[in-house]
DNA sequence: GAAGATTGTCATAATTATGTTACTTGCTAT
DNA sequence: ATAGCAAGTAACATAATTATGACAATCTTC
């Protein structure tokens, strides 16, 4: 099954965001452009089939909640909102004018690519159930949309940064991960955080894997470059 | 299929890492122009088609921050920041403007080389995930992304230097490779570092290859030039 | 708002890696 | 054969990296 790769629009006028979602994006495998404003955004939706947009709230000259209603009249393609501003009522704006989905800043890339999938998926033609969303690696599986870990000896009871880091090591299972590419997964482009942070995790995560009764030694530490999941 | 070389501007007026980083850009079959200041840089990158920007921090006049801030208005083509500074601080500076990644001195070449080639594959369509990163040769196989040396008798476990060291000579296998040149490609250009440290490392590598049920004398001994591993 | 869970940071301990030196062994050319 | 150089080896001190436990700050949930 040859699979055209979905087109996605991102509009943003911070460069440090577009680069990292994009850069999210297109390592999943998705067509990303890139645009700083409203008014070339929507020229290029015109000119453009998209199959979703990623638009922040704020914006220089039109904002994304005048983008996005613009747009409507254009194309049905989901829209997910970005915004530094976490409040309620910024969610409920954004959603009411047509808006599909909504996250605050600051986000993984693992958050961000669910988002979009999630939206994908729904716009062509409804749900699969049966596509589950779920990564198996060495008799550990972790479903996605559960956000549950769980094997042979029953669940692995994780915080959500543990699934998370489990989550992105297990995404790319028998290979090894740096702290940095884990801080950037599964916390986020901003990463303030310390590259120490992510051992502290690691090892939080090692023994509740241990507590369930599953091996720690799963999770790898390959010396000098991160850690890696055992294929 | 026929590629054309990616053309790469590398920015940075210490002669000794311009050089290095020249010379490992070259060997790796790269496009490589040089430069010692912003302005020019700049004037450059405009008349030309970058794919890749290496920028030192540490510019007199325009510095990197500066400059990479300009280019972004000309191209979307990746930039590697390179800093003696090592500070968190400095880190996320560099990649809030748009830059996308980051090297600290001092880096050895194959460091370099992994750098420059994933943010080149970033940028054109994202990655091929069956592409597996690895070298062969005399049944042992590297892994790059797993960060595993295997063969027949299954893996040999490497210190991070091993591994570098190994797989500096199974790069060249069948040619003999200078202790300079494993030096520059597996420490870094300012290896301060004896030559006979080589030896060192050589000793234990074989004997960790050894110890894993292969032949130690896939590391040659070529007496007056170097070592070799076998083709 | 209180109890509990989650998270990030730090100090310290444990482990492992690295570079150098001094010494031994082996090759090579006269 | 042997002096002289090149490489192999072992031991050691130091450096770097990771694991661990404790703590405070923050977020959740009731």
Not at 161 to 179: N, P, T
């Amino acid at each position: 099954m040859i699979e055209t790769p979905s087109r996605i629009l991102v509009v943003d006028d911070e460069p440090s965001i577009t680069e990292f979602v994009s850069y999210a994006l297109r390592k999943e495998g998705y067509d990303a452009d890139i645009v700083d404003n409203g008014e070339e955004a929507f020229a290029l939706a015109s000119a453009n089939n998209y199959d979703l947009f990623v638009l922040d709230i704020m914006l220089p000259g039109m904002d994304g909640y005048e983008l996005c209603r613009r747009l409507r009249s254009k194309t049905t393609a989901p829209v997910l909102f970005l915004s530094a501003r976490d409040t309620e009522l910024d969610k409920v704006v954004g959603l009411e004018i047509g808006g599909d989905d909504y996250l605050a800043k600051p986000f993984g890339v693992r958050e961000l690519i669910a988002r979009v999938r999630a939206l994908l998926r729904r716009g062509q033609g409804g749900e699969f159930p049966g596509a589950s969303n779920s990564i198996t690696a060495s008799g550990i599986t972790l479903d996605e949309d559960a956000h549950t870990a769980a094997g042979d000896h029953g669940e692995i009871d994780l915080t959500p940064r543990e699934f998370e880091l489990l989550a992105s090591l297990m995404k790319s299972a028998g290979k090894v991960v740096s702290r940095e590419d884990l801080l950037r997964d599964a916390w986020g482009w901003e990463y303030l955080t310390e590259t120490k942070t992510v051992d502290t995790h690691i090892k939080r995560l090692r023994d509740k894997i241990h507590a369930a009764g599953y091996d720690p030694g799963l999770v790898e530490t390959v010396r000098g470059y991160g850690y890696r999941f055992k294929a």
